[in-house]
């Protein structure tokens, strides 16, 4: 499996990835906004783009579908639920569903709820596990939930979904938020060093050059994934009195959640 990350250096700092099996050079395309820079990717590759997945309805990963399907005959998949309202899918995707890309490549669907009602990532489990987690989990960060979607349904997706992914996981978001998610994580956990170090490492990359990040990593700087922490606990109980002396996760998540919207 082949995987190119691309920038599209615009205000909501959306990427894009071309997934190709290097044996046939078949290309799958995740989320093409940008779709004349995944188009220059593929062609730049030899790579023949046949399909296109949409991990959700939002107008910033599914306006290049179009365009994109003129220009080179792919198939549209997105979600079961969310295809009537991105128009043009091909075909529904749900829970264990698997796309093929050529012979060497496998993705996994899985139902991540919360961003929206409606959102598949995609699990790859050759060449070492690799997640595409749209706008579900974000480096340092999860999704917000104010475009059509459920706090609630977010903690469950990351509690019992995403967490029991293997550590080694590598994770390619929907967008580079990496930056302001780490001084969020600074803000809620001062005492948290892994994002004080990944803040140091990372505030003079672009985004273009921001490293891959693994699920294991996340576990020691993501706040979403740290709600049992004491000195996180103690700082959102200052922050947020009403939030009882002994929060379950769930409380502490949707706390989190809360407090980073108007972060």
């Not at 990427?15 to 995740?30: F, P, R």
């Not at 996180?232 to 009195?241: D, G, H």
Request: contains cysteine.
């Amino acid at each position: 499996m082949i995987i190119e990350r691309i920038w599209a250096a615009n205000e909501l700092r959306n990427y894009h990835y071309v997934v190709a099996c290097g044996e046939t050079g078949e290309a799958l395309v995740i989320d093409p906004l940008d779709w004349r820079a995944c188009l220059e990717r593929a062609r730049q590759r030899n790579w023949t783009i046949t399909q296109i997945v949409n991990t959700h309805e939002h107008n910033d990963h599914t306006a290049g579908n179009a365009a994109l399907v003129q220009a080179t005959g792919a198939k549209v998949l997105a979600h079961q639920r969310a295809a009537a309202r991105i128009g043009g899918v091909d075909k529904g995707l749900a829970a264990g569903d698997v796309i093929h890309v050529g012979r060497s490549v496998e993705l996994e669907c899985l139902d991540t709820p919360g961003h929206t009602l409606s959102h598949v990532c995609l699990l790859a489990h050759a060449d070492g596990p690799a997640l595409f987690s749209g706008d579900t989990l974000f480096n340092a960060g999860v999704g917000n939930c104010r475009g059509g979607g459920d706090p609630e349904l977010l903690y469950e997706t990351c509690a019992k979904e995403l967490a029991g992914l293997p550590h080694s996981t590598r994770i390619y978001p929907g967008h580079d938020y990496l930056l302001n998610n780490l001084r969020f994580t600074r803000h809620v956990e001062a005492g948290n060093q892994a994002a004080a170090e990944w803040l140091r490492r990372s505030e003079h990359v672009s985004a273009e050059q921001q490293p891959i990040l693994t699920l294991g990593e996340e576990l020691g700087f993501n706040s979403f994934f740290r709600l049992t922490e004491p000195g996180l606990i103690e700082t959102l109980r200052q922050l947020v009195p009403k939030l009882s002396a002994r929060p379950s996760p769930r409380e502490v998540f949707l706390t989190l959640r809360e407090l980073r919207n108007s972060w």
